[in-house]
């Protein structure tokens, strides 16, 4: 069991698509209390206050104590319980919005980081508590929760800013090199942008902006130049029919293939391999005439 006291805002029509709050609570945990496993419509953040648990996600056990937190994402399958001598107490958000996975990312949570630490609980519980003795309704109501959310928000971007700035670099240089290591891999599979980014757990825009910012490229122009670059490899050194080596290197169009492999070359495909044999024939006679 637990002593909750959570406040909802179903019944209203969210003002506010990017980011939203749902509900929001504080809870003191019965020793041994449990949760799930559940599939939650919504994101979920969690912060613990005093006490401590354990998180269980894709079957990784986290165990977590004061000043720490965990990320709930919607359908997920997840669970948490109390410990049985030092049951936690914990606060909570739930929240949705076209913009809420993007924030996530930013602040270096997703499915494979899904825990933090932070030190700003009294700020936390003080958001919480106003919000849960906030009585007013309406427009006004609405406005006061959506400013608190974001008060949430700030709090604990300024602490993980703080205390992890190494660390988030760090893992934004572990996202790209988990993109480029896939990308690697599965180059000749019908993968986009969209896919890298599920496989390493963050929206597609939080992806882009570390490339652009640690590469100085897209994805989507990453992908495309290192499958060229097999391309152009695979030119040179065997005989295959253009269209297999399109096949090979993940264009599925023939046609979409020469236009992008002579946009990057200047060549197409069967001029860049006509020249290129033209040269390592030229390179033979010049070795033996030298001899």
Known sequence: MEDSYVRTMEGTEPQFHELHL???????????????????????????????????????????????????????????????????????????????????????????????SASCGVRLSEIIGQM??????????????????????????????????????????????????????????????QTIADHIGISRNYLSTLFQNILQESPHAYLANFRLSRAMEQLTITDLPVGAIASMCGYRDPLVFSKAFKLKTGLTPTQYRKTDREKQHMSIKQLKKGR
Not at 171 to 181: G, I, K, P, S
């Open 22 to 116: 749902c509900f929001f609570g504080h809870s003191v945990c019965h020793p041994g209390h449990r949760f799930g496993p559940s599939v939650r419509p919504v994101h979920i953040l969690h912060y613990i206050l005093e006490g401590k648990g354990q998180y269980h996600l894709d079957g990784r056990t986290y165990s977590l104590g004061p000043e720490q937190g965990f990320l709930i994402e919607p359908n997920v399958m997840t669970s948490y319980e109390a410990d049985q001598t030092h049951p936690w107490t914990y606060l909570w958000v739930g929240f949705d919005g076209s913009c809420a996975q993007k924030l996530l990312g930013q602040l270096g949570l997703s499915h494979r980081t899904p825990t933090f």
């Open 132 to 193: 849960l003795e906030h009585e007013s309704a309406g427009l006004e109501h609405e406005l006061y929760m959506q400013s608190q959310l974001y008060r949430f928000f700030a709090c604990l971007s300024h602490d993980l800013s703080d205390q992890d700035s190494r660390f988030q670099l760090e893992r934004q240089n572990y996202y790209v090199r988990a993109a480029t290591a896939f990308i690697q891999q599965h180059y000749a599979d019908d993968i986009r942008v």
